[in-house]
């Protein structure tokens, strides 16, 4: 597997991005394997993804920043920088419907997400035995109504305590509340059972088949504190 690195970008769409970031990577020696570019009209808005191979990239990582700021700075961008050496922990949060659950694990296994799975956290004990045989540590922490602030912060002290990155609610049937949220901006990962924005909330399908819907699916969308209204991802 190469090492490579990813640069994702978003600033105001004005002349001269994309020439201006490929041809720093260039002076770098920098091969790109991959690169995708956005341009949202209404917002006037440039977003970019670029990767590259480091085998012959002749900036160090850890100097990337101090060069790269200039560029960043003339164009006002918001930017950040990911090493595939570098493999970000991931929480599982799930009720008691395990198919989503057992599809990230049955992934992960297979190598096609590139992260690391130190631990599923779950309000019910049903999904114990999917976490079992993928080897993964189950955690079951009861989420009652009238305790709801200290089950969040049971479950915050074990993300803390495992160094987690970012957290995908697998089918987890409780709405987190803003503090929870604040400890994790932007990387919180809901996956919905319906085509957001259509269906939010509770019983989408169900919903969806009283309007007379033939086509249905999920929406993976990042968790802000308004119910099913991030900003979606796929």
Not at 3 to 13: F, G, N, Q, V, Y
Not at 165 to 179: E, K, T
Not at 219 to 228: A, G, I, K, R
């Amino acid at each position: 597997m190469k090492s490579t690195a990813t640069l994702l970008i978003s600033c105001p769409d004005q002349k001269g991005l994309v020439a201006a970031i490929a041809d720093f990577l260039l002076q770098h020696n920098a091969n790109i394997l991959h690169a995708d570019q956005h341009q949202d009209a209404e917002l006037k808005l440039f977003l970019m993804r670029v990767e590259w191979d480091l085998a012959d990239f002749t900036l160090d990582p850890a100097s990337f920043d101090a060069a790269f700021q200039p560029i960043a700075q003339r164009f006002q961008m918001h930017w950040r920088l990911a090493l595939s050496a570098q493999r970000p922990r991931l929480a599982i949060f799930v009720s008691k419907y395990d198919h989503c659950l057992a599809d990230l694990l049955y992934r992960h296994q297979a190598k096609e997400l590139h992260c690391e799975i130190p631990l599923i956290v779950s309000n019910h004990e049903d999904t114990r035995w999917v976490a079992e045989a993928y080897g993964v540590p189950f955690h079951y922490i009861e989420v009652k109504k009238e305790a709801k602030a200290a089950a969040e912060q049971a479950q915050l002290a074990l993300l803390k305590g495992q160094d987690i990155d970012f957290i995908v609610l697998a089918r987890y049937m409780q709405v987190l509340s803003s503090d929870f949220i604040r400890h994790y901006p932007s990387r919180i990962i809901n996956i919905h059972h319906s085509f957001l924005p259509a269906f939010h909330g509770a019983r989408p399908y169900h919903r969806a088949h009283e309007r007379g819907v033939k086509l249905i699916g999920a929406t993976s969308h990042y968790v802000t504190e308004s119910l099913d209204d991030g900003p979606i991802i796929e």
